[in-house]
């Protein structure tokens, strides 16, 4: 086209262009054509017709140039009509930003409801998001299983560590396979410096990382030759906790830590990838070899056609001729990312329904709001219809006024949802995490998005939808509706008494799932627990397995801290404990047979969880005992071994007979010698809270001693940590404290989700009963204002205050009632959600039904009260004297 001069001109002036229909290019064509053609004669000397000859051969294809300037016109016209648009858009915006300015209180109730759904929303669903949609930051997260074994009862069997390799190299089905600690995580005392934290520990296998396909964020991850013995001690920091602990310093690689359990120094090589979190709740990774003994389970790889299922049971072929004194039963394969976020999904989705619920009630709500200013409004635009303007034109600016609200309420929303997610994930990453992942938790745009378009769409329908109805009304009548008559309005108040039945239908499941939560989370604050939580004070002794070489060292220092600290004022008796509470069933759980009358092994194998205590365990711990005694100073390290035994694995270890004096052994602790019952106590429930588990009490002298210790006080335990610190340093400077907690705060730890899956449900439900109300009252309101002229006739013909009021408030259960109706059918189809985090409650639990319906009947009586007064105080002469 640069061979065109002439045509060149015009391409540089669209605006001439845009003058140019299509019925005119030839004619420019042809001028520029003539134009050229004449340049030529007077440049070369040509005659005409060569001239035009070459200035046909110069401006090549005319077709294209043809096709050229059609595109530019219709790009030009395209352009206007865009520009047209935006201005309308803005004119629009304008309009409604007035009619807004002129309802103030409409426009911040909306934008208040829109905001608080939003906010929820948004939290909820980035939450959600992070936590069970985003992908683990690991190598094909989708060919990760972990196994382990089983025996007993379902009871988790772990590998020995020197096994792991061994098991991989023989396996088939598994392409790589690492090792983690068989317990999960365990808090031990870490100290930076001077500075002591609680962190929870996991050990894991040198080629962890390698297996999991992970990157590191800072430095390098573990590697096998950190994983043997006289390796250099290192670990790896998790990301959430070098952001928190560290305050994301770089320079953290390289320092040195403290870990007081095995008296050695470790240093810091690197820091894991956003979001791993796995073992769940592990702080900090470091290697089996060099963080202590422990048993594995594990975490592998698959090769390529095999299955998880076809790894367990490889894993229980090659196990079972291993450990035969193990029993074991068989074994188990999961997929990695349930093991990571399988237990926090039920409450999560729970919730994110919850907040959707919520989310989808202020949308109806403000539709309300919408459906009752368009009624208001009809006359203005009957007006504005019999000036000529369209159905579009007076459905345009009603758009508008919704497009602002949602933007002024998801601006609000963004903001209130960011103030939520903080207070959440700083809930989330407290000492009692409720949720993996917490690390990645934050206002993502996805969830924001989808819920803007979900309420924009929800309110645009609701807001210009009625006038679908009122275009197509012929004008007249509506310009003589009297709105106080009621003429014309059934229509219309049935459209918004529908929609505040929707939300009675919305908020009644949300009620009723609350209500179940809170039930839930009652019977379990209020469980019997086996044992005194009051007063009881569950710590550690922190010292260095370096300084006491010999287990006769180990124990003597350990039987003279026990003296003094018992010697403090404020402290009734002391023990040691095994472990701290709710590790849950798996940890310290040892098989067990039974001796039958012929003296040798009756009855089939049994795991329970063992305790191992002092003469004063059961005093300390507040734990009854039923039959015989307890373990007493005579239960030493040489004398006949002896066993207590709980209610619950006395009637399994011994159905109908008398568990005094049964004999127990216990194939993995010693494959000869016999145990003697000795006791019965009560069931407890220290190793889980939502169920008692059955127990095997034994001496601490005949088992080893952990350090871990338990204070029976008479005060606040808590502030006896000092004393108590000072009592073991006089024993012993190389001796600490660390991790004392009282027994309430070990409880916070299983009741953290419920509480705040309880909290947060509860909310949910208070704040769309509250908008429930406000949109019965708005509807109830309406109602009496256009039956206005009624109410006046039926007061003058003799009707009393409280049967005008009596019919108002009818109206009202009535809607709310039919909501409920479907409301409860529901809640019972959404029961299943909530089934998966109650306790001892049914999902159709009457009291909780009971309590949502009755509550929705106050919340609708209260909202009706006030027009239901105004219709009281109507004026018969005024009403009639206006008609």
Not at 100 to 125: D, K, Q
Not at 152 to 159: A, F, K, M, Q, R
Not at 438 to 464: F, R
Not at 682 to 697: K, M, Q, W
Request: hydrophobic letters at 50%; aromatic letters at 6%.
């Amino acid at each position: 086209m640069s061979r065109i001069p002439g045509l060149r001109r015009v391409f540089q002036f669209p605006h001439r262009t845009a003058r140019i229909v299509a019925a005119d290019v030839d004619e420019e064509l042809a001028f520029h054509l003539d134009l050229r053609a004449a340049e030529l004669m007077a440049e070369r000397g040509l005659n005409a017709e060569a001239a035009r000859a070459e200035a046909l051969r110069q401006f090549g294809d005319l077709e294209e140039a043809r096709r050229y300037l059609r595109a530019l016109d219709a790009r030009t016209e395209s352009a206007a009509r865009r520009r047209d648009m935006l201005e309308t858009l803005v004119r629009d915006l304008r309009f409604a930003f007035r009619g807004l300015r002129r309802a103030p209180l409409l426009a911040i109730t909306a934008v208040a409801i829109l905001a608080l759904g939003l906010a929820t929303a948004a939290a909820m669903l980035s939450v959600s998001d992070a936590v069970l949609r985003r992908p683990l930051p690991v190598a094909d997260a989708g060919r990760l299983v972990v196994l382990w074994n089983l025996r007993g009862d379902n009871i988790e069997h772990g590998l020995l560590p020197q096994q792991v390799a061994p098991f991989a190299r023989d396996s088939r089905t598994l392409r790589a396979v690492a090792g983690y600690a068989h317990f999960g995580v365990y808090p031990f005392p870490l100290y930076d410096g001077g500075r002591p934290l609680v962190l929870p520990q996991g050990r894991v296998t040198g080629n962890f990382f390698d297996v999991l396909g992970a990157r590191p964020a800072l430095g390098r991850l573990l590697r096998p030759e950190d994983d043997v013995p006289g390796a250099p001690g290192v670990l790896v920091l998790s990301h959430d906790t070098w952001r928190r602990a560290f305050a994301g310093d770089p320079r953290v690689v390289g320092r040195r830590l403290h870990l007081a359990s095995v008296g050695r120094d470790f240093t810091v090589v690197g820091v894991a990838p956003p979001g791993l979190d796995f073992p769940v709740g592990a702080a900090y990774w470091a290697p089996l070899a060099t963080a202590g003994p422990s048993t594995a389970d594990l975490v592998g790889r698959l090769a390529p056609g095999r299955t998880p299922r076809e790894a367990a049971a490889e894993l229980y072929a090659w196990s079972g001729p291993r450990a035969p004194e193990a029993h074991l039963t068989g074994a188990h394969a999961a997929p990695f990312g349930d093991a990571v976020v399988g237990a926090s999904r039920p409450t999560l989705v729970v919730l994110t329904a919850a907040a959707g619920l919520l989310l989808l009630i202020a949308a109806v709500n403000v539709s309300t709001l919408l459906v009752l200013r368009t009624t208001a409004r009809a006359r203005e635009l009957a007006v504005r219809r019999a000036l000529g303007a369209r159905p579009w034109d007076v459905a345009r600016p009603l758009a508008a006024e919704c497009l602002l609200l949602v933007l002024a309420g998801g601006t609000l929303g963004v903001l209130g949802g960011a103030v939520l997610l903080r207070a959440f994930v700083a809930t989330a990453s407290a000492r009692v995490p409720v949720v993996p992942r917490a690390d990645l938790i934050g206002l993502a745009p996805g969830p924001v998005l989808l819920a803007l378009g979900l309420t924009l769409g929800a309110v645009l329908l609701a807001g210009v939808l009625p006038v679908r109805s009122l275009v197509r009304a012929p004008v007249a009548p509506t310009l003589r509706l009297d709105a106080r008559a009621g003429r014309g309005t059934r229509g219309r108040a049935r459209t918004r008494q529908g929609l505040v039945a929707a939300q009675a239908a919305l908020a009644l499941v949300l009620l009723a799932g609350a209500g179940l939560l809170v039930r839930s989370l009652a019977k379990l604050e209020r469980v019997d627990h086996g044992y005194a939580p009051g007063g009881l004070l569950i710590a550690q002794i922190t010292m260095s397995q370096a300084d006491y070489t010999t287990a006769p060292a180990f124990r003597g220092v350990l039987a003279r801290a026990y003296a003094r600290l018992r010697a403090v004022p404020g402290v009734t008796s002391v023990t040691p404990v095994l472990i701290p509470p709710f590790l849950g069933a798996t940890v310290w759980s040892w098989p067990t047979v039974v001796r039958g009358p012929d003296g040798g092994t009756g009855g089939a194998v049994q795991s329970f969880p063992v305790e191992a205590g002092g003469a004063e365990y059961f005093r300390t711990m507040g734990v009854p005992i039923r039959r015989g005694r307890g373990i007493t100073d005579a239960d030493g390290e040489h004398a006949t071994p002896v066993v207590v035994v709980s209610e619950a694995a006395a009637r399994r270890l011994f159905p109908g007979r008398d568990p005094i004096g049964q004999q127990l052994r216990f194939p993995t602790a010693d494959s000869t010698a016999w145990w003697t019952v000795v006791g019965v106590a009560g069931d407890i429930r220290y190793r889980s809270l939502r169920e008692a588990t059955p127990t095997l009490y034994l001496s601490y002298q005949q088992v080893g001693d952990q350090g871990e210790i338990a204070l029976r006080t008479t005060g606040d335990p808590a502030r006896l940590v000092p004393a108590l610190r000072r009592a073991l340093a006089e024993v012993d400077p190389r001796l600490g404290l660390w991790d004392a907690r009282p027994m309430g705060d070990y409880l916070a730890g299983p009741l953290a989700v419920p509480r705040l899956a309880t909290a947060l449900a509860a909310g949910f439900g208070l704040v769309a009963a509250v908008l429930v109300g406000l949109g019965l009252y708005g509807v109830t309101a309406a109602a009496v204002g256009e039956r206005t002229r009624e109410f006046g006739v039926r007061s003058a013909l003799g009707a009393t205050p409280g049967a005008l009021r009596s019919t108002v408030l009818r109206q009202a259960l009535a809607v709310a009632g039919a909501g409920a109706v479907v409301g409860l059918a529901g809640a019972w189809g959404a029961s299943r959600l909530v089934r998966a985090v109650l306790y001892d409650v049914s999902p159709a639990d009457p009291a909780a039904l009971t309590g949502a319906v009755a509550l929705l009947v106050v919340v609708a009586l209260a909202a009706a009260y006030g027009p239901a007064r105004r219709a009281t105080r109507v004026d018969p002469a005024g009403a009639l004297r206006a008609e």
